[in-house]
């Protein structure tokens, strides 16, 4: 299911948040900052608040 | 159409769709479903008795519902075959025969009312995909008031009012009040380029269109005066500029500048707009008795069945995406599948005529050659090594490998092959042999480069038709780039598997850079969808060992972005001077005891 997810970006470092469902097929993504394609999905936003408040 | 409906060695199947297709160049299996006409085509003359007394009345589509038509029609006037069909969602019901008039008048007895849908299943050598494009609906427009106001039409619903053939004979009418408009706007760009009604592209055939009916107006009705608002007029085709400069000299003003609204007037139905006219650089108020929305074109909303049978990739805009731009312009990168026609992209009936023969053309030479000369760059399998895993069938973006799990043997069809050797990298059982691109030849490359010096290099995998041509581009036009960067071509970046990775990693390599197309651009229909995937797995696995991620890039690189090249490996060079040497030493120990672990447990198993 398409989720908001937290990217980092290889190249400058970055996070950023975009739509990402691990499942669907994929597309070209690149950093909003540096336009590098070494984005990294690290985990959806849902779970990163659920971390934080447990 | 009607000549290819007479051709003896042309089997035409008109309302009938493709269900799957199997096999490959030469050897394809096209399953069709022939659905129902529940009028038996071969009887039917078409004398038109039962369109007479069928009762029920239905919006007629290919008059765009300016008229309508019965259950039982014709689809249209010139259609091959000139046989009628029932639309059974239309008839009044067949189970139990609720009206049966159509059967009781046909002299012919055409009418079979329990016709099924037939499955064929048909050998075929080479296919050619022509599905043309939709049009796009404006309704969704809703500041242009189309479906709200009668007398805004699209350009489509004012080709049917202004042809012979059409509700109205031909004559001009507006649909508010059937009276013949004398002050008529088309508004150009109604859906093309513009990413807010989601296509970018210029839909290539609106303003030549526009042109064509503002002559048309000016000689049917020299009375009538027409205004075509618009951003640039794009008439770059043969003849297209005097036809352009004919309209204007016929007295049709052009104005540059697009309308945010129309309104319309209730009590005579006459549309009103506000324009900012970037020539003049003024507001002017207009008023028109009818507005014709040139609208664009779409890809095909079912285009994603035929591109899932065939294997097809499409660009970023939806169209069809042929095998090379420039080279191979009618070639799917599918062997043995041509392209021609909208299907591709917008175009114009002559540029589709062009490209169709050009299709007919290129199938004719495959199979008149009877036999195809393929690269020699195909995966072979070792079903000695092979565990029937069905990895590679997966990942086979050309379906051309099919697993027998029962046996554990894969094979592949080298007809179908294109070389991508995203099988290759799948394969964790070294099953699969990629020919001049072996395992053994790119860990051959990965320690030659990494023999020495290793801390100030940067193992850079590119793929033939972009990220290592864009690295031609940039030479070719004397881009320098850091020396450091150090190139390893492989045909498609789908070929690089985490194992030659992790090898550079392992040899000492500061910064692995993995390059590739595009995803539009992806010569192996979308290989390098499994690039990511895998670059996402091995981000994963650095992580886990305690190396850093960032050592790992990625970069999509096509072959005219020969500046990208350049700032990429100059980035890549930046990148490399912050790996310490402790961290390089580090990264070879943990990967060599990996590497270790893991060799011991193969050999013990
Ligand atoms: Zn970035």
Redesign the interface.
């Known amino acids: 299911m398409e989720k908001m997810w937290v990217f980092k970006c290889?190249?400058c470092?970055c996070d950023y948040q975009e739509v990402y469902d691990p499942k669907a097929?994929?597309?070209?993504r690149s950093c909003p900052q540096c336009r590098?394609?070494?984005v990294?999905?690290l985990h959806d936003v849902d779970s990163t608040k659920r971390q934080a408040k447990g | 159409m009607m000549d290819a409906g007479r051709h003896p060695l042309i089997k035409l199947m008109s309302y009938s769709e493709i269900e799957d297709v199997n096999g490959y160049v030469g050897n394809f299996k096209v399953t069709v479903r022939k659905k129902a006409r529940y009028v038996d085509e071969t009887v039917c003359n078409s004398c038109g008795e039962c369109e007479k007394v069928c009762p029920a009345i239905h919006p007629d589509e290919f008059q765009m519902g300016l008229a309508t038509r019965k259950a039982v029609h014709l689809p249209f006037p010139q259609a091959v075959p000139s046989a009628y069909l029932i639309n059974m969602e239309n008839c009044l019901g067949t189970n139990p025969i609720a009206c049966g008039k159509c059967a009781e008048v046909c002299e012919k007895n055409a009418i079979n009312y329990d016709m099924q849908d037939e499955i064929v299943v048909l050998d075929i050598g080479a296919i050619v995909v022509a599905t043309g494009i939709d049009v796009y609906d404006p309704t969704q427009q809703d500041e242009y008031g189309y479906t709200r106001f009668q007398n805004v039409i699209t350009s489509m619903e004012f080709e049917r009012l202004i042809c012979a053939g059409g509700p109205t004979v031909g004559h001009l009418v507006r649909p508010g009040d059937h009276t013949t408009p004398l002050r008529i706007g088309f508004i150009q760009c109604v859906g093309s380029r513009s990413l807010r009604d989601g296509a970018g592209f210029c839909s290539n055939i609106c303003c030549m269109n526009t042109v064509k009916d503002t002559l048309l107006i000016r000689d049917h009705y020299p009375d009538a005066e027409c205004s075509v608002f618009y951003i640039d007029i794009r008439a770059f085709g043969k003849g297209f500029e005097d036809l352009y400069d004919k309209s204007r000299e016929a007295g049709v003003k052009y104005i540059r500048g697009i309308p945010g609204e129309i309104t319309e007037d209730p009590a005579t139905g006459n549309l009103r707009m506000v324009v900012e006219n970037t020539t003049t650089r003024s507001i002017e108020e207009h008023e028109f008795d009818m507005i014709v929305l040139s609208v664009g074109v779409r890809p095909r909303a079912d285009g994603g069945d035929i591109r899932r049978h065939l294997t097809l990739s499409q660009t970023s805009d939806g169209f069809l995406m042929e095998a090379h731009p420039k080279l191979k312009p009618v070639d799917a990168p599918t062997r043995g599948v041509y392209i021609a026609g909208c299907a591709e992209a917008p175009k114009d009936v002559k540029e589709s005529v062009t490209q169709a023969s050009a299709a007919a053309a290129r199938a004719g030479v495959l199979l008149n050659a009877g036999k195809v000369t393929v690269e020699a760059i195909t995966c072979t399998i070792d079903n000695d090594l092979c565990h029937g895993c069905g990895a590679c069938e997966k990942v086979c973006p050309y379906g051309a490998i099919t697993v027998d799990k029962g046996a554990k043997t894969a094979a592949v069809v080298e007809a179908a092959c294109a070389g991508c050797g995203t099988c290759g990298s799948a394969c964790r059982f070294d099953a699969i042999t990629m020919r001049h691109f072996t395992d053994a030849q790119i860990v051959a490359q990965v320690d030659a480069l990494l023999a020495e010096r290793q801390s100030g290099k940067v193992i850079v995998f590119a793929c033939n038709w972009c990220s290592y041509a864009g690295g031609d581009t940039a030479g070719t036009s004397r881009m320098l780039y850091p020396a450091s960067n150090r190139l390893i071509r492989t045909m498609c970046s789908g070929r690089i598997s985490e194992e030659f990775v992790l090898r550079a990693f392992r040899k000492g390599a500061p910064i692995v850079l993995v390059s590739g197309c595009?995803?539009?651009d992806c010569h192996y229909i979308d290989a390098n969808?499994q690039t990511?995937?895998r670059v996402?797995r091995l981000?994963k696995q650095l992580e886990k060992l305690g190396i850093r991620?960032?050592r790992?890039?990625?970069?999509?690189i096509s072959a005219a972005e020969g500046p990208k090249f350049q700032k990429t490996m100059r980035?890549m060079e930046e990148?490399r001077a912050q790996v310490t040497q402790e961290e390089i030493d580090h990264t070879v120990k943990v990967l060599t005891e990996q590497f270790e672990k893991r060799r011991l447990k193969k050999v013990r198993s």
């Open positions: 290889q190249r470092g097929a994929l597309r070209e590098s394609n070494s990294r999905p | 595009h995803f539009a969808r990511v995937k996402y981000w991620t960032e790992l890039q990625l970069e999509w980035e990148l």
